[in-house]
């Protein structure tokens, strides 16, 4: 932003100060021209406007379009949670997701304010459209200015057993949650991202989606369903900036690998370990950075050299 004369320039700071004592952002955001008179405004953002007068601050620079969020789907736990606390710590203004434990994205949600970043809590059911669109809806009603514009689609569940033992439940589960709640959650939410032009939308997916692993057909069908929606999708919305991308990391040292015999899986693998959550959500990282807006319909693979 720039003020263009000196006595708008030694008023920078103190036009900050204001934009944030008014509720507008000057980070993350984007800024429109405004035609006409600001009847329309609320009471404090006519006050705001009074303080640009003041300050000599042309009035045509002021108005907000909307700050970006980022939605992390099951963002309570594991590499979900590595994904909130990274993407806040990059100055994203974060929401997270959760079915049942509010606990764990309550404590997900202030150890990122705690460090300075801002979060908020958006409990529901990744599996149910009705629950989509009741959160989302009244999320979009709190936030009218707003828009998510980095979905990562991190909620799954694992139902592992041998294909001639499973049973309908533990099938039908794995694909809810995994691959029809992508689908519920970037349906809704997609609009918004091609009406702004942009969006980044993260699908973090499975070794098991690439390889394949004996005991989980359910959960590698799923996965390799959501890559082969990735690289589709990514080639729909291209054209309006929004790139698709799937993250497939490998054995990574959360709740979901617990039950694991690590030692003899360490084993299969040329690191010898297995991976850390954060080193997910440096991926992550890049791919929502504007660094990452020629790269689409990939597959990153964080495995430790188990497969390539």
């Not at 406007?49 to 045509?60: D, K, Q, Y």
């Not at 959650?185 to 692993?213: A, Q």
Request: aromatic content about 10%.
């Amino acid at each position: 932003m720039s003020f263009g004369t000196t006595q708008q320039i030694k008023s920078k700071h103190f036009f900050v100060f204001a934009a944030s004592k008014f509720g507008f952002s000057l980070v993350n955001c984007t800024f429109d021209f405004v035609e006409g008179t600001f009847a329309r405004q609320n009471k404090e953002k006519q006050v705001f406007l009074w303080f640009c007068a003041r300050l000599s601050v042309p009035l045509h620079i002021i108005y907000k379009r909307g700050m970006k969020y980022v939605l992390v789907t099951g963002g309570s736990r594991g590499i979900g949670k590595a994904i909130a606390l990274r993407l806040a710590r990059e100055g994203m203004p974060v929401i997270i997701n959760y079915r049942s434990n509010e606990e764990a994205a309550r404590a997900t949600a202030e150890e990122i304010t705690e460090a300075g970043g801002k979060a908020e809590l958006l409990p529901f059911d990744v599996a149910d459209p009705q629950q989509i669109e009741a959160a989302i809806e009244q999320w979009e009603n709190s936030h009218p200015d707003d828009y998510v514009s980095v979905l990562v689609n991190n909620a799954g569940i694992r139902k592992d057993n041998l294909m001639i033992f499973m049973q309908n439940e533990e099938w039908e589960r794995v694909l809810d949650t995994t691959l029809n709640g992508f689908f519920y959650i970037t349906r809704r939410l997609l609009k918004n991202m091609l009406t702004h032009r942009g969006g980044r939308i993260i699908n973090i997916t499975s070794l098991s989606g690439i390889k394949g692993l004996p005991g989980q057909t359910n959960y590698s069908a799923a996965k390799a369903a959501v890559i082969g929606a990735t690289k589709a999708l990514a080639q729909e919305v291209a054209q309006r900036k929004v790139t698709v991308n799937a993250i497939a990391p490998g054995f990574i040292a959360t709740d979901m690998t617990e039950g694991l015999d690590e030692q003899e899986l360490k084993k299969l693998i040329p690191m010898g370990r297995f991976g850390k959550p954060e080193e997910v959500a440096a991926v992550a990282a890049f791919l929502a950075s504007d660094d990452a807006a020629y790269i689409t319909g990939q597959v990153i693979q964080v495995n430790g050299g188990l497969y390539t």
